[in-house]
């Protein structure tokens, strides 16, 4: 089982920066593919990017590419979110993810097993 803690969430303005972190209890961090989602007001969590457990292939929504970095660091068990250019339709809950089963799906919220409790993020015109 792993524990996860976002942190790094606040308020922007448009045109900037944050950068999230999802810390991760236990010493089974390395092993998991890891995802960011996000749940604005009213609208279901949507899929924001993945990285596998080795940081070998990154994945990303098709509307964020370019704008969002995924990293994690397996030392410090983190995961991180860089978010640049910010725009107002950026704010949101942010969640960090943990997923089990490597064979699920990437992009489904229902294929991640242990979920932290959430950042906001807010972005100002």
């Known amino acids: 089982q792993v524990q996860l803690v976002e942190s790094g969430g606040g308020l922007a303005q448009a045109g900037g920066s944050l950068r999230l972190a999802c810390a991760a209890s236990g010493r089974t961090f390395s092993s998991y593919m890891m995802g960011w989602f996000r749940q604005a007001p009213g609208k279901e969590r949507e899929f924001v990017g993945a990285?596998?457990?080795?940081?070998?292939?990154?994945y990303y929504a098709d509307s964020l590419k370019g704008r969002f970095t995924i990293s994690r660091d397996n030392v410090k068990n983190t995961l991180y979110l860089q978010m640049n250019s910010l725009k107002p339709e950026d704010t949101a809950v942010y969640y960090c993810?943990?997923?089990?089963?490597?064979?699920?799906?990437?992009?489904?919220?229902?294929?991640?097993?242990?979920w932290g409790q959430g950042t906001q993020v807010t972005v100002s015109s």
């Open positions: 990285i596998t457990s080795s940081a070998g292939r990154l």
């Open positions: 993810a943990a997923k089990v089963k490597a064979t699920m799906s990437t992009t489904d919220k229902a294929a991640y097993d242990y």
